[in-house]
């Protein structure tokens, strides 16, 4: 049972570059959180969505950034025109029901931009 | 708002010296809590967990009491081994909206 899965694992993008996180979560899941862990700090909460439904986004930047999880294929976490102080590594986490309990990671994305 | 704090790190013990991490929250309602651990270069692993005041989650020999009486949640282990070396993370899920509050993390250095 694979695990919740994130792609790519690293990615450098150029100041004003668009990057583009894919997350898969695992088989049965259909609650995805997006988490972004600044340097030398925990992990702050961005988006939560079900398919094709965004639920709470109140920790997404108001510009730049949106998610989404379309009813078939990952969830996709898109920023645009990125700046260096999006460099972070991104989590994106899974669940199979909204009751508070056990999220599952995936490994994350780093992103730097250079 | 809901928040969580975590004891200061780094920290770095002697193989077999005993460990704890203190966390604290705030938070309206009853929360669960957790313990979530990362080692180098990978996601968060849900370590230990309680759902209500005065539970106890235990895995692996780390152990971490919910109190409510001092809103706290400190991780415990009796003997702590080399291969115990990772960031450890107390987060808090208040079941309205299902998101986490995350402490900024312990970093744990165990040295053989």
């Known amino acids: 049972n694979a695990g919740v899965m994130q792609n790519p694992r690293h990615l450098v993008r150029r100041r004003g570059q668009e990057a583009r996180l894919r997350c898969s979560p695992m088989?049965?899941?259909?609650?995805v959180y997006w988490y972004r862990q600044l340097p030398e700090e925990g992990l702050k909460f961005m988006v939560y969505?079900?398919?094709?439904?965004?639920?709470?986004e109140s920790g997404m930047p108001k510009e730049r950034f949106s998610a989404e999880f379309p009813k078939e294929g990952p969830s996709i976490l898109r920023i645009q025109q990125v700046v260096r102080g999006d460099s972070a590594a991104y989590f994106c986490?899974?669940?199979?029901?909204?009751?508070?309990?056990?999220?599952?990671f995936g490994p994350g994305t780093r992103l730097t931009v250079t | 708002g809901d928040s969580v704090t975590q004891m200061e790190g780094p920290v770095t013990l002697s193989e077999e010296a005993f460990l704890t991490i203190n966390c604290t929250y705030t938070?309206?309602?009853?929360?669960?809590l957790f313990w979530y651990v990362q080692y180098p270069g990978e996601g968060l692993q849900l370590l230990l967990k309680?759902?209500?005041?005065?539970d106890k989650g235990s895995n692996k020999g780390f152990e971490a009491t919910y109190r409510k009486e001092t809103t706290s949640f400190h991780l415990e282990k009796g003997s702590v081994q080399v291969s115990d070396s990772a960031v450890y993370f107390c987060?808090?899920?208040?079941?309205?909206?299902?998101?986490?509050?995350f402490g900024t993390g312990t970093s744990l250095t165990v040295i053989p």
């Open positions: 969505l079900q398919k094709e439904n965004i639920i709470d």
């Open positions: 987060a808090l899920n208040r079941h309205t909206g299902n998101q986490f509050y």
């Open positions: 309680a759902t209500k005041a005065d």
């Open positions: 938070a309206t309602g009853y929360p669960s």
């Open positions: 986490a899974s669940s199979a029901t909204s009751d508070a309990g056990e999220q599952y």
């Open positions: 088989k049965g899941h259909s609650h």
